[in-house]
């Protein structure tokens, strides 16, 4: 099989839908969705991130691949090649550095992740969760450690960009999203039945009003959905240029948000039940150390205990790497396609960058906290480029996609381009208002009110 490099395209319309939900799925619902769910107050957050998926991501998803699909070229050459002459090509740009931006913290958590496999399949970390919880702190105060780690995640993901992509991408995506699901799936049944876990559930589930108009959880709502479903910086548009013409891009787009949503809010149903069973939790105070400290309290109430956790984090660690692969993509394509860059060497040169700016980041937790925690914003280097790029950049890069299919492009040519080869566009004028006045008006709104309340 081609790599994707030759623009190959996929083998099928399922074999799309794996890559793209291998893209989707990863560190974003398990890790990022509760840790949001936790610091945005619980069910109010799950309510309004619900909402930003259906009315806000879902048309932009079919947007960015539609894109794709017409231009077959990276987010940069695609803007270029359908506005020749304007400056449409630094929406493409803002998602390049976002592929990096986010890939340089990512990496650090999927690091984690791996180390995890080993300590839990050790035993190593297991005890109460006074002690769990400073197990963590003491592993993430290792920073050579974290930094260790994130090269290893980012050798990894760009030795697999060097070879062929996309056979293999398909191939794990295939064994690993149906096992994920199992193992969630046995996760929350036993996480229901912890003494506590219906505190969990309320807290979950029963929506705190007054929190539905908070600024702050609203955009982070927002940031959060754009970050799961890989969208507002062309990680979908470059997946979309090697769809072919034939297949339905709705059903696609529709299967990969289901599969997505599905997935982290199943997540939720595993760490809130048990965040609860532990005497003294506060979901809200754990940041981004949540699931590490919940999890294997969890596992230690299972019977064969090591094993389940380290073949969570074995999961974890591979859909992680399924979304690291798309990240770098971006930067990579992106090397090829406009700079004429070889893919070694693109490859190359990204990833180092990468690791460079991944290396604060790994430390912000470890002894030089201090030297890269920002003055007066108080959070850690890796919450900071979180909060820059996922609740920033991304949603960004989504209201300029919108306003470039909806008002320059234009819906009809993208109508056309869905409808090429006879296949349908269910609901296209309902998209073409959301795409065209929906998206851009709610997503205006969300940063600007953000702004206005920091
Ligand atoms: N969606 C991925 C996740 O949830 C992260 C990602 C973001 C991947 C943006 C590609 C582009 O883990």
Redo the contacts with the bound molecule.
């Keep these: 099989m081609a790599t994707i490099g030759q623009r190959g395209t996929w083998s099928s319309r399922a074999g799309f839908i794996l890559a793209a939900s291998g893209?989707?799925?990863?560190?974003?619902?398990i890790w990022?969705f509760p840790t949001q769910v936790g610091q945005g107050g619980g069910a109010v957050f799950v309510l309004i991130y619900l909402a930003c998926v259906v009315l806000i991501c879902l048309p932009i998803m079919v947007a960015e691949l539609v894109l794709g699909r017409r231009a077959q070229l990276d987010p940069v050459g695609a803007f270029s090649m359908l506005r020749p002459g304007s400056s449409w090509w630094l929406v493409g740009a803002l998602g390049v550095l976002a592929?990096a931006g986010?890939l340089s913290f990512?990496s650090v958590i999927a690091g984690w992740s791996v180390a995890y496999i080993w300590y839990t399949a050790t035993g190593a970390v297991t005890g109460d969760a006074d002690a769990i919880g400073t197990f963590f702190g003491t592993f993430t105060a290792n920073g050579p450690l974290s930094v260790g780690l994130a090269l290893l995640v980012l050798t990894t993901t760009g030795a697999v960009l060097l070879g062929g992509v996309q056979s293999g991408i398909e191939r794990v995506t295939k064994l690993l999203m149906p096992a994920l699901i199992a193992l969630l799936l046995i996760l929350a049944v036993r996480a229901a039945t912890l003494p506590g876990a219906a505190a969990g559930l309320a807290y979950y589930l029963r929506p705190d009003f007054s929190r539905l108009l908070d600024p702050a959880v609203i955009n982070a709502a927002l940031g959060q959905a754009f970050?799961?479903?890989?969208l507002g910086?062309g990680?979908m548009l470059t997946y979309g240029s090697y769809l072919s013409k034939r297949e339905s891009l709705i059903t696609a787009a529709c299967w990969v948000v289901a599969l997505d949503t599905s997935m982290a809010l199943l997540a939720g149903f595993i760490i809130f039940p048990s965040g609860f069973s532990i005497e003294g939790f506060d979901p809200s105070a754990s940041g981004p150390g949540l699931i590490f400290a919940v999890l294997p309290r969890l596992f230690s109430t299972l019977p064969g205990g090591q094993l389940f956790g380290a073949a969570f984090f074995i999961l974890l660690t591979m859909a992680?790497l399924t979304?690291t692969i798309?990240?770098l993509e971006v930067p990579v394509a992106h090397c090829i396609d406009v700079h004429k860059w070889t893919r070694r060497k693109a490859v190359i040169l990204v990833t180092t960058g990468v690791f460079l700016l991944a290396i604060p980041s790994a430390l912000g937790n470890g002894a030089v906290a201090a030297l890269t925690r920002m003055p007066g914003i108080g959070v850690d280097f890796l919450t900071m480029m979180g909060t820059i790029w996922n609740n920033f950049a991304l949603p960004v890069g989504g209201l300029l996609t919108a306003v470039f299919v909806g008002w320059v492009w234009r819906v009809d040519q993208a109508i056309d381009e869905v409808e090429t080869h006879g296949a349908s566009f269910p609901a296209k004028r309902l998209w073409s208002v959301l795409i065209r006045y929906v998206c851009p008006v709610a997503i205006s709104v969300i940063i600007v009110y953000t702004i206005v309340s920091l």
């Design positions: 893209s989707a799925v990863g560190l974003g619902n990022g592929g986010i990512y970050f799961s479903l890989s910086m990680a992680a979304s798309s990240l």
